[in-house]
């Protein structure tokens, strides 16, 4: 496709699960991002990717998240030992380099019980 | 730790009318700034980029940019009952988007 495409778009976990939640960017795209939206505020920054490595991962909350990007292309974000309060939407976004327009996924809403 | 801050709303105006959403930064380095459309329960979507102080239009969308006050803002020509949805507004710098809380508008027929 053209777009961001994010799988799944829904996830509903039990507390204490491990998730991973992947983002495949537009083609050509070199940088990758990972944000997070939780209800009624702005998306938040997680982790940057420039090409297969971890540029900035400064946004990350804890050490129970992680991402990686392999071949420079697919990103997954995992999540372990999940917490309720890691409920909200996940968002990838893809640019073509850093520093430029920034074209978001639909999301994976994130719900853990 | 950079803010971007934006009146939360919601903003009400009359089909046809000009809504004009605001914001303001906290970073007098920042040289990137964009507006993003955002529909209840679905993802950002770019609408509006700006890098340089004045005004840039596409179709019926201003935006202004006004380094020196740390303003953003976008105005929306002959609004319509689809633009209803909220609207953030986003800073770039060191290969990051901080966002604002958004802007909620409701464009009434």
């Known amino acids: 496709g053209a777009g961001v495409s994010q799988t799944p778009s829904n996830k509903v976990t039990e507390k204490g699960k491990y998730v991973e939640l992947r983002c495949d960017p537009i083609?050509?795209?070199?940088?990758l991002y990972w944000y997070r939206q939780s209800l009624g505020q702005g998306p938040e920054f997680l982790i940057y990717f420039q090409g297969t490595g971890a540029a900035d991962d400064s946004g990350l909350p804890n050490d129970r998240f992680f991402a990686v990007r392999p071949e420079g292309s697919v990103s997954t974000l995992k999540i372990q030992r999940t917490e309720r309060g890691d409920s909200a939407m996940y968002l990838c976004?893809?640019?073509?380099?850093?520093?430029?327009?920034?074209?978001f996924g639909q999301g994976t809403r994130l719900t853990v019980v | 730790q950079k803010e971007v801050e934006q009146n939360s709303g919601p903003l009400s105006v009359p089909e046809g009318a000009i809504a004009s959403l605001n914001c303001t930064y906290s970073?007098?380095?920042?040289?990137?700034f964009f507006w993003y459309r955002q529909y209840s329960g679905k993802s950002p979507e770019l609408i509006m980029s700006?890098?340089?102080?004045g005004d840039k239009e596409d179709g019926r969308f201003t935006a202004q940019l006004n380094k020196a006050s740390q303003y953003v803002s976008l105005l929306i020509r002959d609004s319509q009952p689809s633009d209803s949805a909220t609207y953030l507004c986003?800073?770039?710098?060191?290969?990051?988007?901080?966002f604002g809380k958004g802007t909620l508008l409701t464009v009434n027929p």
């Open positions: 700006i890098y340089s102080n």
């Open positions: 986003a800073e770039g710098s060191n290969y990051k988007l901080t």
């Open positions: 083609s050509g795209h070199t940088a």
């Open positions: 976004a893809s640019s073509v380099q850093g520093d430029t327009e920034a074209f």
């Open positions: 970073d007098r380095g920042s040289q990137s």
